[in-house]
């Protein structure tokens, strides 16, 4: 009777071992994903978490671009809220700015939104991309939280 009681722990301490070990390595997936697309139903509202690098916003421009319902959107909010830090040099954001150049031709009428937290990094890149982008069809401004961004988006779709 010992045995089957102590056999009987052993399975019960091994699956609550394994839940947590699966909690865990979800966890650590979630920790590593930095960007996040959200498409919404008149636009996209990215969500940049944790640290970024340059060649993470060029493929998220990429990602972007290439999706289904890219030539219909009418706003891109890029919310930085969740970002920690961004390591980027100009060249980065320089070719970031010549994808979105090409993306404005295949769709002109976007309003780009940008929600800028604290972080210095972050809201130098912002600026010297919102710089850059002067020249765009795209209107971009920057925001500082979200409900704002949403509400200048929001005026386009009344």
């Known amino acids: 009777m ?7 722990y052993s399975q019960c301490f091994l699956l609550v ?11 650590l997936w979630l920790l590593t994903m ?24 060029l493929q998220a421009a990429l990602d972007t671009s ?6 219909e959107l009418l706003y891109i909010i890029g919310d930085w809220s969740g ?24 769709n002109p009428r976007i309003k780009n939104a940008s ?3 604290e972080k210095e990094s972050n ?12 020249e765009l069809t795209w209107d971009v401004r920057s925001f500082h939280t979200l409900e704002e961004a949403r509400i200048w988006v929001g005026e386009e779709l009344s």
């Not at 010992?2 to 009987?8: G, R």
């Not at 071992?17 to 966890?27: A, E, K, P, T």
């Not at 930095?34 to 060649?55: A, D, F, R, S, V």
């Open 34 to 57: 930095t960007i996040k697309h959200n498409w919404e139903k008149h636009g996209l509202h990215t969500q940049y978490m944790g640290n970024l690098t340059g060649k993470e916003l």
């Open 123 to 134: 809201q130098a890149l912002v600026s010297f991309y919102a710089l850059l982008a002067e």
């Open 2 to 8: 010992t045995v089957m009681v102590y056999h009987l």
């Open 83 to 106: 970002s920690l830090e961004t390591t980027t040099d100009r060249a980065d954001v320089e070719e970031l700015v010549a994808y979105i150049r090409a993306m404005a031709v295949t």
């Open 115 to 117: 929600v800028m937290n």
């Open 66 to 71: 290439g999706h289904p319902q890219f030539d």
């Open 17 to 27: 071992l394994h839940s947590i070990l699966q909690l865990i390595i979800v966890d």
